[in-house]
């Protein structure tokens, strides 16, 4: 009963976590992504024995064949791996929190487009004559890296010139307007 | 602004927090505890100080040093593995009984220094993160015009508007 | 020599020690302390390079097979690192690659991203690749996996443009998908065959039903496909390797999809080969696939290093043939086969980061990425044309160098054993791989000189930085001719390590002898009795039955 009631917590949240990773949205993005890694710590919970109220912690070292024979207590590993689990899920949420808010300081936008649209809207793929500038090099834009040399300059992202960055934010709703 | 309450509670359980976090650093090797743990707890104090005082202070108080922070936690950790050499096999258990006056016996070995190792790295770790985080918030903060976020719009269509607010907010950086 | 089986935690131990030191003693600051930086990850990266060396002598030369028991806890107690020909193959490999890269990074990395920590996360990226390939126990391989993962997200969005952020969220998030199928995969070996070690979950397979194999295979099958990039999951590597600087570019293109396929070869041997006879139709599918949609997306990009990431999964496809019939050797050998796809991989590592590296010197030179308004620099930089010439026709597989002999040797066996249809969907996407480099090489180099950037170019003014760019991708040219000139002892070589990996009872044997169960543990404080295995009445896995095998 116990892992059955288990097996179901467990798809339904990857259910949820599937769809909420299908759609646009961002914060629904990172929120599907903690629904999904929630459920495989589940999983992992269920891959050991289901036990209640019995710790895997022996106070008394000097008769622990004797706890654990007659105590039966869990069984450590999956709580070790779900502990390790959480600690990654932790620092990638953290990680793809800070990118999504990057990324919505830098394009304004919640949204994330089709590496394609840009190619598909021009019609032919195959046509390469004319030049878009959505495959500009927006990396080379700071490579001037002299402008960087002093050391008092704040911590933190350098400013791109004002009209790369408007033209670059336009070009991807425009982009994204395609269909 | 920083709360009143938040100011007088951060005086209270600032401390607290730091001497559980030690607590269950001590105690993690056999009971309930760890490096991480007292860790997440360092930095819950440390986010406290953040919500409290603002996170520019913060930042000038302790933030230089959280890189180097991760570094020592790092080097300590991977240390305690070599001291395992001594023994035959990286990371093969050390210990050592010492005795602390007030305190008695006390049992201390390379688990220990690990656990340090940890939870250096993770209260460095996790302190920057909610730094960071204070910052990117202070700069997505929503404008005093009152336009609506884009992040907060659900719709399709994103807002024109938020292309010239995100430049204003960089041209203040 | 005395090798030490404690010398397989210092390939790991060595970038982790180095760039805690580099944390902890660089405060982000002035151009000195970045200078040290470089001294220091220079410095790790020879170390790597030196032990690797010796292990690669121990175990692939020497054929003797490294254990290492973390702590001296046994086998299913303790975490497990293994190193035997194969791995010590690829961390020779990624050692080289990773060493190569470093000078073109140091050149090309602007001051900015240094100062956001680029080196550290060079060693953080290059620990986690060495993990992966040593780690004996799945957990722990999903650990460094995700290790190596969170470096390289970091690597590819440092410096946040816009593009970048875009490609890092696809990346990221179609990563995370594959490792969270990957844990899945974990918590079902866990389950159902009660240790994650991977020795004893190849010992425990045969033995457990035909369902727990298949589902299994079939998701190691998707994580690690989708991490190396085979044929419907792939769209991670060319939504996002164009966008970072192409020195991270040339590190992921020769490093991160070798860790996925690295993990094919070693479950696929080690946990179920005969699946590699019962599947074999659909890994050869697979294969074929993956090499013609990568041959024919790189005939649609518009742009060089998008052309080059469509090449990386393309030559993927060519590796998975090659494990795909490493078991069913007719006149040739048994684990032909696989020797064939190991020195492929290698000739693969070498090349393709050579011609990032000189696809990226381009870029650079150019400012541009542009196929269609780039042209012309054969007059002035007549070395890297010549160099980006020889790479080209080297991964084209034309005769003096290294594509040559792997391609052919790939081939032979294909042939061999009568798969037509896959011989000759590899021939036409060599064909493909020939017109594509033929036509990088001709929009680039040939033509009026055309440069369409506005933004003037200052990190190639100094030309200690155009040597330190172009230096490593003559070495690595030279290699990989080195590679096809002793081509055959380079083949023996690789088919001693595959039939050492083949050797599934040898790792058995090698990381938990088979007295475990009857005399306990050599040296634990545990003497376990107890709930080691999961009751099966209360676990999620129940319904599949009672275990086999003794509960310990």
């Known amino acids: 009963m116990t892992s059955l009631l288990l097996a179901i917590a467990v798809g339904s949240l990857f259910a949820t976590g599937t769809y909420m990773i299908m759609r646009r949205g961002q914060i629904k993005l990172i929120l599907g992504l903690a629904l999904l890694s929630h459920g495989v710590n589940l999983l992992l919970f269920g891959s050991g024995k289901l036990t209640a109220g019995r710790p895997p912690i022996f106070l008394d070292k000097k008769h622990y064949t004797e706890t654990l024979a007659a105590f039966q207590p869990a069984d450590p590993l999956p709580q070790a791996l779900i502990l390790t689990a959480i600690v990654i899920s932790f620092g990638i949420t953290a990680f793809v929190i800070v990118l999504v808010n990057r990324r919505h300081t830098v394009t304004a936008t919640d949204y994330v487009h089709g590496e394609l649209v840009p190619l598909l809207r021009e019609g032919d793929p195959f046509d390469f004559s004319e030049p878009s500038d959505i495959d500009q090099y927006d990396w080379l834009a700071y490579e001037v890296d002299e402008v960087y040399d002093s050391d008092d300059l704040p911590l933190g992202f350098p400013p791109t010139p004002q009209s790369e960055q408007d033209e670059s934010a336009a070009m991807e709703e425009e982009s994204y307007r395609w269909p | ?60 108080s302790i933030g ?86 884009p992040e907060l719009s659900d719709s399709f269509e994103t807002d024109p508007t938020g292309v010239a607010d995100d430049s204003r907010v960089r041209n203040k950086r | ?163 970048q952020t875009n490609s890092g969220i696809r990346y990221v998030v179609l990563n995370l998908l594959a490792s969270t199928v990957f844990l899945v995969a974990a918590g079902v070996a866990y389950g159902t065959l009660g240790s994650l070690n ?46 970072p600087p192409p020195a991270v570019t040339a590190l992921f293109g020769g490093l991160l999809t070798k860790v996925g396929i690295y993990t094919l070869f070693r479950s696929f041997t080690l946990f179920f080969p005969e699946l590699l006879l019962s599947w074999q139709p659909a890994l050869l599918t697979i294969a074929g696939a993956t090499m013609l949609v990568g041959a024919l997306g790189a005939l649609a990009q518009p742009g060089i290093r998008r052309v080059l990431s469509f090449h990386i ?46 696809g990226g010197a381009v870029e650079l030179y150019m400012g541009s990425d542009r196929l269609a308004s780039i042209g012309g620099l054969v007059t002035r930089q007549p070395l890297l044309a010549f160099l980006f010439f020889m790479a080209s026709i080297s991964l084209a597989g034309v005769p003096p160098f290294s594509g040559f002999v792997s391609k052919l040797s790939l081939l032979q066996i294909t042939l061999d054993t009568h798969h037509w249809v896959v011989s000759g969907v590899s021939l036409f996407a ?10 990088l090489w001709r929009e680039s180099f040939w033509g009026d000189y055309s440069r369409p950037s506005r933004v003037p170019s200052r990190i190639l003014q100094s030309t200690i930085r155009q040597q330190l760019m172009l230096i490593p991708v003559g070495a690595l040219v030279l290699l990989s001719l080195g590679l096809g000139i002793f081509g055959e002892r380079a083949f023996n070589l690789t088919m001693r390590v595959a039939q050492h990996a083949l050797d599934r ?43 086999p095998w003794p509960a310990r």
């Open chain 3, 430 to 439: 060599s064909l493909l791989t020939m017109i594509n480099m033929m036509r």
């Open chain 2, 64 to 149: 230089p040093y959280l890189n180097s922070g991760i570094g020592l936690g790092l080097a300590i950790a991977i240390c305690s593995g070599f001291a395992g050499l001594l023994n035959g096999v990286f990371f093969k258990g050390l210990w050592f009984d010492l005795h602390v006056p007030l305190l008695g016996e006390l049992a201390v070995g390379t688990p220990v220094i690990f656990d340090l190792g940890v939870f250096l790295v993770v209260v460095s770790v996790a302190t920057s993160y909610l730094l960071g985080l204070s910052r990117v918030s202070d700069s997505a903060a929503p404008n005093p015009d009152g336009a609506p976020s």
């Open chain 3, 313 to 358: 999964i393309s030559h993927v496809g060519f590796i998975l043939m090659g494990l795909a019939v490493a078991l069913s050797g007719n006149s040739l050998a048994i684990g032909f086969g696989l020797g064939a796809a190991i020195l492929y991989l290698c000739h693969h590592m070498i090349i393709k980061t050579a011609l990032i590296m000189a």
């Open chain 3, 198 to 243: 991977m020795a004893q979950i190849a010992e425990r397979l045969p033995l457990a039903a035909p369902a727990v194999r298949t589902v299994f295979a079939g998701l190691l099958m998707v994580a690690f496909g989708s991490k190396a990039a085979l044929f419907p999951l792939f769209f991670w590597l060319p939504a996002s390797y164009h966008t």
């Open chain 3, 1 to 163: 020599m005395a090798l030490n089986a404690n010398l397989l935690a210092a390939p790991v131990a060595a970038p982790l020690l180095t760039a805690a030191l580099i944390l902890l003693f660089a405060r982000w600051g002035g151009r000195t302390l970045i200078r040290h930086q470089v001294a220091l990850t220079a410095l790790a990266l020879c170390l790597n390079l030196g032990i690797v060396l010796t292990l690669f002598y121990g175990a692939a030369v020497q054929g003797r097979r490294f254990v290492l028991q973390f702590g001296n806890w046994t086998a299913p107690f303790g975490i497990t690192a293994y190193g035997d020909g194969l791995s010590a193959t690829l961390l020779l490999m990624t050692a080289i690659v990773a060493l190569a890269v470093y000078p073109f990074a140091v050149a090309t990395i602007d001051y900015h991203r240094a100062r956001m920590g680029f080196h550290p996360l060079y060693l953080f990226l290059l620990m986690g690749v060495n993990g992966a390939f040593l780690s004996g126990d799945l957990f722990n391989l999903y650990v460094f996996f995700e290790v190596l993962l969170m470096a390289s997200f970091v690597l590819l969005t440092i410096g946040a443009q816009p593009a």
């Open chain 2, 1 to 60: 602004m920083p709360e009143l309450y938040l100011r007088l509670l951060n005086r209270i359980l600032t401390p607290l927090l730091l001497l559980l976090a030690i607590y269950l650093l001590l105690r993690g090797h056999n009971l309930p505890g760890g490096g991480f743990i007292a860790g997440l707890m360092a930095a819950a104090a440390f986010e406290l100080q953040i919500l409290s005082r603002g996170h520019e202070r913060v930042r000038r």
């Open chain 3, 505 to 547: 009872d040898a790792y058995i044997e090698a990381v938990s002898p088979s007295t475990l169960h009857s005399s306990g543990l050599r040296s634990g404080a545990f003497n376990v009795t107890g709930p080691k295995f999961p009751d099966s009445s209360t676990h999620l896995f129940a319904s599949l039955g009672e275990p």
